[in-house]
């Protein structure tokens, strides 16, 4: 037993000194057993530091198990493992080592090569992961395949939905045939090898015609083809969503294979090798989802690239429509300003702050302060203070909205007195907000002056015309009553028409002068507290001869209602309206004369009562305390007026019909005076009519609340 251990086994004496050993213990130590016995053991041994471990043995005398070095004659320094048992007999002690430097250097030569291989991977890994171009690392990992596998051929194969597939990256030596771009059919990878390697399945053939591989023998065929003898195959799996899969929506799809192929003889695949190619195909997963990735990156990047590109152009174009309006705007301006600047009227534009926010160079000329300098300005502190305030109703009412034109007079910077023309005209915005006002105003200081000159010659002329006109009168009247002689029938006649065509032009003289009065201002009107009713009783007393004289039914409705008027001149207005009412009616005819006392509200303005929405009179006070008007009204049955006319007639000498003044012996002046007294009593005076129907003339007075 001692000689055929494969231990060397030593007995050494209570010194150290061999008292024999075996002949694995003389192979161990290098030395011929004859020469063994008596030799000290501690001169092979490797002393770890000062001590020698044989000799801690030896004086312990314990059984021991334990390491040291074994130096023999000759060679390198052997690591042993030793098991010491003391006195086996008297003064004999068992040593039993075993070489164990030959299974140390195994051991380190498999953690040195496992070192490597992580290294080898990582590098392989870091390559891979440099580059986001899924082609760079498909072909840097067939490359380092085949450099670290040493294989003859390491190809990637993608597998299309249809079962057919494609190598699109391939590293091979060159005495092989390529095999890159070949398109494969479906047969040679069949379905259930597909679903195989979709579930993970790895397989290592070492020897394609080894019979328990079970490969077809068409594919054994097919490889034969290519020379290929052994293959490694591992799935790479593409990792479809983030969801948890199901049977019918498995979560990774088999996208390809990582394929090594040996082509001159078998080759048995290491397990090593199997990792790295499975690895390696995990990274060519996450490489294949995050070219997905970078694929839907490029696509938003590329979409939205294309959304700002459209932007941008919209914003191009918006900025050259905009450049293109604000330079048609300054041009615009500089015509209106140029247009404005040009003309002899004051044109402004002021804010709802009454302060100018636009003026043409006429204030400069005017006023003698330029546009700028009074831009910003409030109106208070361009005009004088009494011309202010006489602006001030207009300029409010302007701000509330309404179009108001009103005739003012103001000192120019040369200290000579104007007389104006004003209009405002409200800017409203698009919510109908007055923002401010234009202004316009007019020098009317000539024609002011040709008016009062007419005036004054009318006035003249007409007084110088009555007196001559009302002997004429006289004479003619005395004549026809024959107390001067009798005339012939044909003189008769002639004496008729010269009373007729003076009583026209005494009528005539009498209201130009009257309108001529009324206009001028020089007439007061002598306002008082009167009945409507009595007034109204008066006139159609008046009207009567006259009515019977053409054929005219007068009916009138007197009510007791109190207006504040001068009465003399409110039968002026109803006996005219009354007059035009009969000559314009036609026999059998009927003319009304009504009155009504009328409530209105205070934001009521008169306007609200014009023809366009006439108001049903009501004779009965609703809201006392509210001020009323008295709306009288004159309603015929004649040949009434067109539309087009119904505002010209009050205007001075405007007639329907131009023969109506030979006609019927009108002069065209009555309604206009008719107005002219209404306005001067704050009312308002209008006509309605239906052509052919006939017409009613409406005109409100202020009324006293009862
Ligand atoms: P005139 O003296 O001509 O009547 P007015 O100023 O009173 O002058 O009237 C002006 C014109 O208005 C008349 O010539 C006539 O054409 C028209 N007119 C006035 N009242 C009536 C009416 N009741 N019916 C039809 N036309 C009328």
Same mark, same amino acid.
């Given at each position: 037993m001692l000689e055929n251990a494969v231990d060397a086994i030593a007995l050494l004496d209570d010194h150290g000194c061999f008292l024999d050993g075996n002949q694995a213990l003389c192979q161990l130590l290098g030395i011929p057993r004859t020469s063994l016995a008596g030799r000290l053991f501690s001169a092979f041994t490797v002393a770890d530091g000062a001590v020698n471990p044989l000799d801690l043995l030896l004086q312990t005398e314990q059984p021991a198990i334990g390491m040291f070095g074994v130096r023999p004659v000759l060679g390198v320094p052997l690591d042993v493992e030793y098991t010491f048992t003391p006195k086996v007999l008297p003064s004999t002690h068992l040593l039993i080592l075993r070489n164990i430097s030959q299974h140390q250097r195994a051991t380190e030569e498999e953690l040195r090569r496992q070192r490597q291989r992580v290294e080898l991977f990582s590098e392989v890994t870091l390559k891979i992961r440099q580059s986001l171009q899924l082609k760079e690392i498909l072909h840097t990992t067939v490359t380092e395949v085949q450099r670290i596998l040493q294989a003859d051929r390491v190809l990637i194969y993608q597998v299309f939905p249809d079962g057919t597939g494609k190598a699109i990256s391939e590293a091979v030596l060159p005495n092989h045939r390529p095999i890159l771009e070949m398109q494969f059919p479906e047969e040679v990878f069949p379905v259930d090898y597909q679903r195989l390697y979709a579930q993970g399945r790895v397989r290592a053939i070492a020897?394609?015609? /080894?019979?328990?591989? *079970? !490969?077809a023998q068409c594919l054994v065929e097919f490889v034969d083809q290519f020379d290929i003898k052994a293959k490694l195959i591992v799935p790479i799996l593409?990792? !479809?969503?983030?969801h948890p899969p199901t049977e019918a929506n498995p979560q990774h799809q088999l996208w390809g294979l990582l394929i090594a192929h040996q082509c001159n003889s078998p080759r048995h695949w290491v397990d090593f090798e199997l990792e790295l190619m499975q690895q390696l195909a995990d990274q060519i997963s996450i490489a294949l989802a995050q070219a997905q990735l970078l694929g839907h990156l490029e696509e938003l990047v590329e979409v939205r690239t294309a959304e700002l590109q459209e932007v941008n152009r919209n914003l191009q174009q918006e900025i050259n429509d905009r450049m293109q309006a604000e330079a048609a705007l300054r041009q615009s301006e500089e015509q209106l300003r140029l247009i404005t600047n040009a003309l002899p009227v004051l044109i402004a534009y002021v804010d709802?702050?009454?302060?100018?926010?636009f003026n043409n160079q006429a204030y400069a000329d005017w006023l003698g302060q330029t546009p700028d300098e009074i831009w910003g300005y409030h109106l208070q502190q361009v005009w004088a203070t009494d011309c202010y305030h006489r602006m001030q109703p207009y300029v409010k009412a302007a701000l509330a909205g309404q179009v108001v034109t009103y005739e003012n007079e103001i000192v120019l910077h040369d200290g000579s007195l104007r007389s104006v023309d004003v209009t405002y005209i409200p800017h409203l915005d698009e919510q109908q907000l007055v923002k401010g006002f234009f202004a316009l105003t007019n020098d009317i200081s000539d024609r002011k002056a040709i008016e009062r000159m007419k005036d004054e010659f009318i006035s003249v002329v007409s007084h110088e015309l009555r007196t001559p006109l009302t002997s004429l009168h006289s004479a003619l009247k005395i004549l026809a009553t024959g107390r001067l002689g009798t005339l012939t029938s044909g003189g008769q006649q002639l004496l008729g028409i010269a009373d007729d065509s003076t009583e026209r032009l005494v009528r005539l003289v009498n209201n130009v002068l009257d309108l001529q009065r009324i206009e001028s201002g020089n007439v007061v009107m002598d306002r008082q507290v009167c009945n409507a009713a009595e007034l109204m009783i008066r006139a159609t007393e008046v009207m009567q001869a006259m009515a019977e004289q053409h054929e005219i039914t007068l009916v009138t409705q007197p009510l007791d209602v109190l207006i504040w008027a001068d009465s003399d001149y409110i039968l002026q207005t109803l006996i005219n309206l009354l007059s035009n009412a009969i000559k314009f009616s036609s026999p059998g005819g009927t003319v009304w004369l009504t009155v009504a006392a009328k409530a209105i509200a +205070?934001?009521?303005? !008169?306007? /609200?009562?014009?023809p366009i929405k006439p108001l049903q009179p009501t004779a009965? !006070?609703? +809201?006392?305390h509210l001020p009323t008007i008295a709306w009288f009204q004159v309603r015929d049955q004649g040949q009434g007026i067109p539309t087009d006319q119904l505002e010209r007639i009050f205007e001075r000498f405007q007639q329907v019909d131009s023969s109506d003044s030979r006609k019927? *012996?009108?002069? *065209?002046l009555g309604l206009t005076i008719c107005r002219k007294i209404i306005e001067q009593h704050d009312g308002k005076i209008w006509a309605e009519s239906v052509l052919g129907q006939g017409s009613t003339f409406s005109f409100t007075l202020p009324a006293l609340p009862e």
């Open positions: 020897d394609v015609h /080894e019979p328990a591989v *079970g !490969l593409q990792n !479809l969503s983030s709802d702050q009454q302060k100018y926010r +205070m934001t009521t303005s !008169l306007d /609200e009562l014009s009965k !006070l609703s +809201m006392p019927k *012996g009108g002069t *065209g």
